[in-house]
């Protein structure tokens, strides 16, 4: 495994994923603008050294009624008028195929500086039109036909299949959830983290914690979320001539050290009967985080402090688990009742309360998750900082495993 041409991470910005921007009057361009101009603040640059453009955005065509949305750079800066801009959809994992492409970029010497801007409108809308625009990412006509929310549906099927090969206890899905809405109380930019909860809401009562579909419950889901995270991207020249203006040192400056991308069949149904013979449900998961833990000059996902993953459901990052190798297969619930992803616990998962706690603006995920990688390996994560962050690794997932990619994002 080549290791990777080395990518800095200048700066970031992220929304309140609290915030419900129709309520406020304001549209996918102003929640674009202002994430823009924070981000390049934040890296302290000016807009005119950004080169390149790339966009992650799932569904602004249904939710929006907006396309071509790399446009919007030049109104936001008049210096980025003539910016060469793309916009990549994957579903969920949107926001990673961009910084994947803002990556290649760098590497092939095209660019020095890339802004990946990753966002989604999501609450303008009733939540049974936005379960159906989000259902696009299965194979319309074809799977999740016979339900009222497909993604519930889909990862009910995911919750069944672990069941069925290794045994599954709800009482260790509930645990996920309830530390990432635990997690989220931290985090300033979190949707949740003024949330309350009755006792018994992390639990199989049908009142506290109602079925949504087949035995995902409330809880186990990930939040419906407006927001948009950015990150300023630039190679090792950019980033040292950076340093230097800044009087830090090049260390100092947080580089995804590795990457990992791999897709699947789109039907669910497809991915599970092609790994029955596999210990693991999604083998190409777990390809995708060994690659990049490799990549970045690491053996195993111990050797690194930490994840932030995909929590949709609580059992996609119950997956995450034993697909990182932190578990044997089917183990996940051992690291869970150990105590071990608790920010406190010896491999941390989801400090900023991930997709349960911190919320799921689709496109923006990826990038969110890097960013807060970025973060933690700098020091800058705030209220919920980890004690020991060096290395971080991230797991984005788009649909039920179709597109999965995974960075390792670090210092030194």
């Not at 907006?66 to 994992?93: D, K, N, W």
């Not at 492409?101 to 760098?106: G, K």
């Not at 100092?252 to 497809?270: V, Y």
């Not at 309360?353 to 994560?381: F, K, Y």
Request: glycine share 12%; net charge negative; hydrophobic share 40%.
């Amino acid at each position: 495994m080549k290791p990777s041409a080395p990518v800095y991470i200048l700066g970031g910005s992220q929304t309140d994923f609290a915030r419900n921007w129709a309520r406020e009057g304001l549209g996918l361009y102003d929640m674009f603008a202002e994430t823009l101009r924070e981000a390049v603040g934040n890296a302290d640059i000016e807009p005119g050294e950004i080169q390149v453009g790339h966009v992650g955005n799932f569904v602004a065509e249904l939710f929006a009624g907006q396309g071509l949305i790399g446009g919007f750079f030049g109104h936001v800066y008049p210096e980025l008028a003539m910016l060469p801009t793309s916009r990549h959809e994957a579903a969920c994992a949107s926001g990673s195929i961009a910084i994947l492409s803002a990556m290649r970029d760098i590497e092939a010497g095209h660019y020095d500086t890339a802004c990946v801007l990753g966002l989604e409108l999501m609450r303008n809308v009733d939540g049974k039109t936005g379960a159906e625009y989000l259902g696009s990412a299965t194979w319309a006509g074809r799977e999740a036909t016979d339900c009222e929310f497909p993604w519930p549906f889909m990862f009910d099927r995911i919750t069944r299949e672990y069941d069925a090969r290794y045994g599954i206890d709800s009482e260790h899905l509930n645990s996920i959830a309830q530390i990432n809405f635990g997690n989220a109380k931290d985090n300033p930019r979190a949707q949740t983290r003024n949330w309350r909860f009755a006792e018994g809401a992390f639990s199989c009562d049908d009142e506290l914690n109602p079925v949504i579909e087949g035995c995902v419950r409330k809880q186990d889901c990930g939040q419906i979320t407006d927001g948009a995270a950015c990150l300023i991207l630039a190679g090792e020249d950019k980033a040292r001539q950076h340093a230097a203006r800044l009087g830090i040192k090049l260390t100092d400056i947080p580089r995804i050290k590795g990457w990992g991308h791999r897709s699947a069949p789109l039907l669910l149904e497809e991915k599970l009967a092609r790994s029955a013979g596999d210990r693991l449900v999604f083998p190409h998961a777990n390809k995708t985080m060994v690659e990049a833990i490799l990549r970045a000059g690491f053996r195993h996902v111990t050797d690194l402090d930490g994840l932030e993953t995909h929590d949709c459901f609580s059992v996609t990052e119950y997956m995450a688990i034993d697909h990182s190798g932190l578990t044997a297969p089917g183990e996940s619930w051992k690291a869970v009742e150990a105590g071990r992803i608790t920010r406190d616990g010896d491999f941390p998962i989801n400090p900023s309360g991930g997709l349960i706690g911190l919320g799921h603006p689709v496109g923006a995920t990826g990038v969110r998750m890097v960013l807060d990688c970025a973060r933690q390996v700098s020091g800058r994560a705030g209220g919920y900082q980890l004690p020991k962050a060096e290395n971080m690794l991230t797991f984005n997932v788009g649909g039920s495993t179709t597109t999965c990619a995974s960075f390792v994002v670090g210092v030194g």
